[in-house]
């Protein structure tokens, strides 16, 4: 028997034992599938808005800009070549069968979701930063048959694990070079060799009949949760529940077709995935992001309308801003003047007072100095600016409110597709994560769990029973989170449950509200609280480099190299000097008895920080182990000689 024969029959074996069922739902008659199904939904804006751009993105230094009418073709090509038998599979996909997305932002991605969802086969994002054992985890675990991937990078990692993926048929690469071929039983074609498989319309019957099988309640996406613990499990987005946040959105923004919007977070995640269909749904261009550290300069030529992002982006657009003032005390005097009029004016129109004439003339002097300056930093007013993804501290969403930019913090988890709550332009409460969605309901637990119930709920983890049923109570997903709805009906966010700290002596400390307070100061890049089954607390720190630099002459490490600064003992002191005035206060279970200074950087790619940057607290735990148990060991000495001196 040969590999590619053993591999194909175990294969079959899989799909035989899949409970494809939890992926299909059953039609429902007199259903509206343009607001119950995304690829209906999809065809719907094509017949409205063919004639206007849908997708943009540079290659080769030129923009390469497709109308929806294009759009649309290539959707459906692709969707044929899908269905053909030999193209992808043998049998060509089947409704239920999965296909997965492992690729960086562009226009490609999102045909290929769109050409999936219409066949009625669920496409599987994979993070375009993913390692092999990654890969393994979301292929083996959903089944999939095909990957259509960016290029030779990404496919060395799918054949580095190619024997532990009995599954994996085909492999598409969108960039393919002259990587086609056989690699021992796994078939590896170019984008556009499947493209020429889908220009005859004969298979276009099958795709109609699929189109009419479909219905709300299949599952339009397989999203791996991308948790700062725990293995990923996936969870089944419906169609149904995609469209319901949807239309919960468009009740309080004014969306026009002329709106463009500027994708860079990655579409693997269900944030920007979910935020790609919100551009779909209402015709607007979306340009796509290839490497996301160009962001900030796309931004400034790009000037998008709407525009979706992680906190991160927007603190270091702040800390930019003050950095450049910071080396001239009549820079920074005129800086926060400005910033102190912008304040004065936003109050003054969310109260609906008119501005006096002497605030109107300030303001004027405050926006040439610097406002206007900061809005051109995010590429000028927008019809939508918001953040998600992890907590935006409230001194940020007042900083651009004194710009003139209201920034939309929302709130949500992949589970909940993934929006629970969010600020709107009508109704605006800086601190909190908004209102819930329309037609949804909160409570809390006994612990102070927030309890969310609404129409976008998933449908549960996929061949994971026992974790759907403790996810899901009674109709209600338990987030994770705790929080409250204040008396104005806005959702707070205190902490993460996962993350509370218990230490030895029982005491429950929440640690992001701490960390939040550290992280105002600019010094800190990243700051991580320990303690958990330990007798107290501590505190990892990563410095930002461009601040040490700034203070260096002043602790007289400016002769120093920059490893050099980052271990030196001044900036250790100086940090630690920082840390004992923030957390003065703090009552005696919450202070911070020791630190260290971390200099190695915090990215996706080392496994630190989640694709929406948060931290993955555990990770850096592991990661820092020595230096952990270090800190401990040298508080358990102080303590025994402190003890053995006042035997003394």
């Not at 890969?135 to 190619?162: C, M, N, Y």
């Not at 958990?532 to 190299?561: F, G, W, Y």
């Amino acid at each position: 028997m040969t590999s590619s024969t053993r591999q194909s029959r175990e294969a079959d074996q899989s799909r035989e034992a899949d409970p494809v069922g939890e992926l299909l739902g059953q039609p429902v008659p007199g259903e509206n599938l343009v607001e119950t199904h995304l690829a209906h939904m999809f065809r719907d804006v094509v017949a409205t808005h063919g004639f206007r751009p849908a997708t943009r993105v540079r290659q080769d230094g030129q923009w390469i800009i497709r109308t929806y009418a294009e759009t649309g073709r290539r959707v459906a090509g692709l969707a044929r070549a899908f269905v053909t038998p030999g193209v992808l599979t043998e049998d060509g996909l089947q409704r239920g069968d999965r296909i997965s997305l492992f690729s960086g932002n562009c226009p490609e991605w999102i045909e290929a979701d769109l050409a999936g969802m219409t066949i009625g086969a669920v496409p599987v994002p994979i993070y375009p930063t993913s390692t092999p054992d990654q890969i393994v985890h979301i292929v083996t675990d959903a089944g999939v048959r095909a990957i259509i991937t960016a290029g030779r990078k990404e496919l060395d990692r799918i054949l580095e694990a190619r024997d532990r993926m009995p599954c994996l048929e085909t492999v598409v690469l969108i960039n393919s070079g002259d990587c086609t071929g056989d690699y021992d039983g796994l078939r590896v074609l170019s984008l556009q060799q499947v493209r020429q498989a889908g220009v005859c319309e004969h298979m276009q019957p099958i795709v109609e009949e699929r189109m009419e099988q479909s219905c709300g309640d299949d599952v339009a996406a397989l999203i791996y949760t991308s948790g700062t613990t725990g293995e990923p499990k996936g969870v089944m987005i419906s169609h149904r529940a995609a469209l319901a946040e949807l239309q919960a959105l468009d009740a309080f923004f004014d969306f026009s077709p002329a709106d463009h919007s500027l994708s860079f977070l990655p579409l693997s995640h269900a944030l920007e995935w979910g935020w790609s269909m919100v551009v779909i749904r209402h015709g607007c261009l979306n340009t796509f992001v290839s490497n996301p550290k160009t962001v900030s300069a796309m931004l400034a030529e790009v000037r998008p309308t709407l525009f979706v992002s992680v906190p991160k982006l927007y603190e270091q657009v702040m800390k930019v801003a003050r950095e450049k003032v910071a080396d001239s005390p009549a820079k920074l005097r005129i800086f926060e003047w400005s910033i102190k009029v912008g304040r004065e004016w936003w109050l003054t129109q969310q109260e609906g007072r008119r501005p006096s004439v002497s605030l109107e003339a300030r303001h004027k002097v405050a926006d040439r100095l610097v406002l206007k300056a900061i809005r051109d930093a995010v590429g000028g007013p927008k019809t939508v600016l918001a953040a998600g993804g992890a907590p935006l501290r409230k001194e940020v969403e007042e900083f651009f409110a004194a710009c003139g930019l209201l920034v939309c913090q929302g709130y949500g988890l992949t589970e909940a597709s993934p929006l629970v709550s969010f600020n709107s332009p009508g109704g605006t409460k800086f601190g909190t994560a908004g209102k819930p969605l329309v037609g949804s309901r909160i409570t809390t637990s006994e612990e102070g769990e927030i309890l969310y119930r609404g129409p976008n709920i998933m449908k549960g983890y996929w061949k994971a029973p026992a974790e759907t049923a403790a996810a899901i109570e009674d109709g209600w997903l338990h987030t994770g989170d705790i929080g409250y709805i204040d008396d104005d009906g806005f959702l707070v966010i205190t902490d993460r449950l996962k993350d509370i700290i218990v230490t030895l002596n029982g005491k429950n400390i929440s640690p992001q509200p701490i960390e939040n307070s550290l992280m105002k100061d600019p010094l800190f890049e990243h700051a991580v609280l320990l303690g958990d089954n330990r007798p107290c607390l501590t505190l990892l720190v990563k410095p930002s480099l461009p601040q040490v630099e700034q203070i260096a002459e002043r602790l007289h490490i400016s002769s120093m190299t920059v490893p050099e600064m980052l271990r030196s003992e001044e900036l250790a002191e100086e940090i630690r000097r920082r840390v004992a005035a923030m957390t003065a206060k703090l009552p005696h279970q919450e202070q911070i008895r020791d630190l260290r200074v971390l200099w190695d950087e915090f990215t996706m790619d080392n496994g630190l920080l989640t694709p929406t940057l948060k931290v993955r607290r555990r990770e850096v735990e592991k990661r820092f182990t020595e230096v952990v148990e270090e800190m401990y060991s040298r508080i358990a000495a102080r303590r025994k000689a402190s003890k053995e001196n006042s035997k003394h």
